[in-house]
């Protein structure tokens, strides 16, 4: 039994709502990284998805890219997060805006 | 024997080198007597030079030493050479020799400054320039000398910096001649522009291609270069300033060699200037006007050095007036006799000046013929020279060139008689006020104290003395107006060949021209003696006008100065203030205020950033949308 490619579509534009919306709502830095990490797989479905729809090997060549970039992402993010903990109390990223203009 | 013409400039240079780079270390008077022997192996390298020459046949007594090509571009071939003709060899002869014996004087003038060495380094490059001027067989590589000369006669003036007005007294001499420089340059490209080369040779050859316009333009443009560097109206105003540098140098650079360089580029370029005679015409009056205005300047002047120095002007104006007459030998002949004379009358005021300590004002001298004898004894020469007593050089060389004046316009001549006779006038009551009368160098000045008894200069400075003052007392022996004895005449003849000449001139003629010089001078020097013999204050005599150099700086501030300076100050205050600083200052305020504003939208806060992605995304989704749905 296969289920419709719609589905995964929309399932994928649910997440990536979930996501920009936790993105904006949220103030825990690590929340907000999750949801980033949420919008990311979101669109991987979306490329796996049209892969499977359309027979091209290509989206799904591109997932891993995505997968890589994400990884190294993530260890950079989460190395910056860490050292801003070390040395501060607070963990909103709003006490984070040293660089306004 | 004559390929040791390299030799020539190749000394002081290399004396230039070791005293630029070793002068310091080697100090007072080691250093003094390098530079000095370094000259004396120019001279003895132009007296070889010269015998080669003169065991030549007269036809062939010109030969060019090429070394490389300096500037190789298309059409410019610009050869780095020396040309050594009777009349280049004849300047080098001179410029050595007396160079050579003002570097000796030096070394006792000198003994005790501060920078010793650094005023031996000047004059060799000084001389070596000098040789570059004249040997040049381009007119490109004599504009190098020319420049050098200049810019060593520069440092030389303000040898003495610390001082602001010598500074600015070299600044004065250095943009006069920038003036003069421009018409060179301007005569050079016109003259490349016709005749295709620079180099006097092809000129030379190919004069039949500048037009008469033409050649009365390049000739007027060269004139103007001469002004400048010979200091004739109208740029003849920094020489007298150029006296603030050392006494030695006003002998050797401003009296003896470099102001002449004018009157050697015109007889040099000698075939062009008589492609023009209307040119001609104005370098006479030019010569004969300067000649008679710096006579009439020098006679009122307090400052034995400033005296000295117009006498010079009127001298080169003299030398100038025979140029413009045709008389290339006569007014090379003047040159070199002057050069002995004032080179020895400067170098008697620097031995005065020496031994009262900076006393250079008339008024405060007098008297000294007791206490400086050799100094005295050595100025009377120089003083009877240039009065014109027969036999003294002044009397030939200044002769000779009256009477070419005489054959081209007697009214000319008479202006130049007036000029001989207020030549014997200023020179006679220069020499009155110097070493007769009382001596007034024992009473307190209002500024400064009575000075103690004055001293002879030592040995040193003696020697060239002597030498220049026989020199100055035979040198016109050299060209008598006599067949068979214008020794210099014939010598010259293949360079000049062509020219007026006074062997022209009925021998009857010449003979009564002599007696009038020879009793003009006798006058002029009898009016002095009888106005200045004892007394030395008689202001009737030194009327204002005078004094102030016939108001000609003042003219010149008024007419150029001040017009310059309110330019400057409203270039200052409106053009920089308002235009430029205005550009610039708005500039910076309209960036300042734009980013004011624009900072606001960085707030530092992650989510406002997230929010404007988010937004931008949704617009451009609605844009690609509604572009396919209106489709």
């Known amino acids: 039994m296969s289920i419709n490619g719609d589905w995964y579509l929309i399932l994928a534009a649910a997440l990536f709502a979930i996501g920009a919306v936790g993105l904006l709502v949220r103030r825990n830095v690590l929340v907000m990284f999750m949801c980033i990490e949420l919008m990311l797989n979101a669109a991987n479905l979306t490329f796996v998805t049209f892969s499977r729809m359309l027979g091209d090997i290509g989206g799904q060549a591109v997932v891993f890219f995505v997968l890589v970039v994400a990884a190294a992402e993530v260890v950079i993010g989460l190395g910056i997060v860490v050292t801003i903990f070390r040395r501060r109390v607070s963990t909103t990223a709003d006490d984070l805006h040293v660089l306004k203009g | ?631």
């Open chain 2, 1 to 631: 024997m004559v390929h040791a013409a390299f030799l020539m400039p190749l000394f002081p240079l290399v004396g230039f080198a070791v005293l630029l780079t070793l002068g310091r270390r080697i100090g007072d008077p080691w250093a003094g007597w390098i530079g000095t022997a370094a000259i004396a192996g120019a001279f003895v390298a132009a007296c070889v030079t010269f015998a080669g020459l003169v065991g030549e046949p007269a036809s062939t007594r010109e030969f060019t030493q090429t070394f490389f090509t300096w500037i190789p571009v298309g059409g410019l071939q610009v050869k780095a050479a020396l040309y050594i003709d009777p009349l280049s060899m004849t300047m080098c002869l001179f410029i050595t020799g007396v160079s050579m014996l003002i570097h000796l004087y030096s070394i006792g003038y000198m003994k005790g400054d501060r920078d010793y060495s650094k005023f031996f380094v000047y004059l060799n490059l000084f001389v070596f320039s000098m040789l570059v001027l004249v040997l040049a067989n381009n007119l490109l590589v004599t504009f190098v000398g020319w420049e050098g000369v200049g810019v060593c006669s520069y440092w030389l003036i303000s040898y003495w910096f610390q001082s602001e007005s010598n500074a600015s007294a070299g600044k004065k001499a250095f943009i006069y001649n920038r003036i003069g420089d421009v018409g060179f340059l301007l005569a050079m490209f016109l003259i490349f522009s016709k005749a295709g080369s620079l180099d006097y040779s092809v000129i030379f050859a190919h004069k039949d291609l500048i037009g008469g316009g033409v050649a009365t333009a390049a000739v007027l443009l060269l004139f103007l270069g001469a002004c400048g560097k010979s200091a004739q109206i109208p740029l003849f105003n920094w020489l007298p300033d150029a006296m603030a540098g050392p006494t030695p140098v006003s002998a050797l650079i401003h009296a003896a060699t470099m102001v002449t360089a004018g009157v050697y580029l015109l007889c040099r370029v000698s075939p062009i200037l008589q492609l023009s005679p209307d040119a001609d015409w104005v370098i006479a009056i030019v010569g004969v006007s300067t000649a008679f205005v710096a006579m009439t300047i020098a006679t009122s002047q307090q400052d034995i050095k400033k005296v000295l120095a117009f006498s010079t002007v009127s001298q080169i104006g003299y030398m100038i007036l025979a140029v413009g007459c045709g008389a290339y030998t006569a007014a090379i002949f003047l040159m070199v006799c002057h050069a002995f004379y004032k080179g020895l009358l400067f170098l008697g005021a620097g031995s005065v000046i020496h031994g009262t300590e900076d006393e250079q004002d008339l008024k405060r001298l007098g008297a000294l013929r007791k206490v400086l004898p050799w100094t005295f004894g050595t100025f009377i020469f120089g003083w009877l020279a240039i009065s014109g007593i027969p036999p003294f050089s002044g009397f030939w060389s200044k002769g000779d060139v009256l009477d070419n004046v005489f054959a081209k316009s007697p009214v000319l001549w008479a202006i130049g008689l007036v000029t001989a006779l207020g030549t014997a006038y200023y020179m006679t009551r220069l020499f009155y006020l110097t070493f007769y009368g009382k001596a007034r160098w024992r009473e307190p000045a209002p500024d400064r104290p009575a000075h103690h008894t004055p001293h002879e200069s030592p040995w040193v400075m003696r020697i060239p003395l002597i030498v220049l003052a026989v020199l100055a007392s035979v040198a016109g022996f050299i060209d008598l107006p006599v067949g068979g004895l214008d020794f210099f005449n014939t010598w010259l003849d293949p360079v000049f060949a062509g020219s007026l000449y006074n062997d022209h001139e009925h021998s009857l003629t010449v003979w009564a021209l002599s007696v009038t010089d020879a009793a003009v001078a006798v006058l002029g020097l009898f009016i002095a003696w009888r106005i200045w013999r004892v007394r030395a204050d008689r202001p009737e005599f030194e009327p204002r006008f005078l004094q102030r150099v016939w108001y000609w700086d003042d003219a010149y501030d008024a007419i150029f100065g001040r017009p310059g300076e309110a330019l400057a100050r409203f270039s200052a205050t409106v053009i920089e203030g308002r235009i430029i600083d205005g550009a610039v200052n708005g500039v910076g305020s309209l960036v300042r205020v734009t980013s004011t504003k624009a900072r606001r939208f960085q707030t530092g806060y992650v989510r406002n950033y997230a929010l404007a992605i988010a937004l931008g995304l949704a617009l451009i989704i609605a844009f690609m949308v509604s572009r396919v749905w209106w489709s």
